[in-house]
């Protein structure tokens, strides 16, 4: 029914398709275990405020929090459960229910990891880790680079600028 050459030229198609998946295959998977862990960083709420610009009301250090979080990235579950916690920390820290849920809104729909931002879940990682559960050794880079981090840096990020 087919021609030789069509069949030759099948095989040779199947067989680089073949080895081009198997490629990336193997390439991935030494991506994902030499991937290397960023130091931990910080801009406070990213493209939202920090904190009111007419009242008292300061929900920065949630957004820190939340950072953290999202730094060292992990599974889909552990993602919604962090934007969980920065709902009730702006709730907390605010009262302000339509504010803990416009934020809420905000990182459920912006920060995936899919997203090629400074913001997205994972961000500590290399671009396309996505949605992962740490390995023992990914969760010894978190932990080592955790301790690193100093209360004052925490606090640095949230720091009110001062008027002149």
């Known amino acids: 029914m087919f021609s030789t050459k069509f069949r030759k030229f099948f095989k040779s198609a199947l067989c680089l398709s073949f080895?081009?998946?198997?490629?990336?295959?193997?390439?991935?998977?030494?991506?994902?275990?030499?991937?290397?862990?960023?130091?931990?960083?910080?801009?406070?709420?990213?493209l939202f405020p920090d904190r009111s610009p007419t009242g008292e009301a300061d929900w920065c250090e949630c957004c820190v929090q939340h950072d953290l979080a999202y730094w060292r990235g992990g599974t889909e579950a552990e993602r919604l459960q962090a934007d969980r916690e920065l709902y009730s920390c702006v709730k907390k820290k605010t009262a302000n229910e339509q504010l803990a849920q416009l934020m809420f809104s905000g990182v459920r729909s912006a920060g995936g990891p899919y997203h090629y931002t400074s913001y997205r879940w994972a961000y500590g990682w290399p671009?396309?880790?996505?949605?992962?559960?740490?390995?023992?050794a990914e969760r010894e880079q978190v932990e080592r680079l955790s301790a690193q981090i100093s209360t004052d840096q925490l606090q640095q990020v949230c720091r009110k600028p001062t008027s002149k």
């Open 127 to 136: 671009y396309g880790r996505f949605y992962q559960a740490l390995s023992p």
């Open 19 to 46: 080895c081009y998946v198997l490629s990336c295959t193997i390439l991935s998977a030494i991506a994902a275990e030499t991937a290397q862990l960023q130091p931990f960083s910080s801009d406070g709420c990213s």
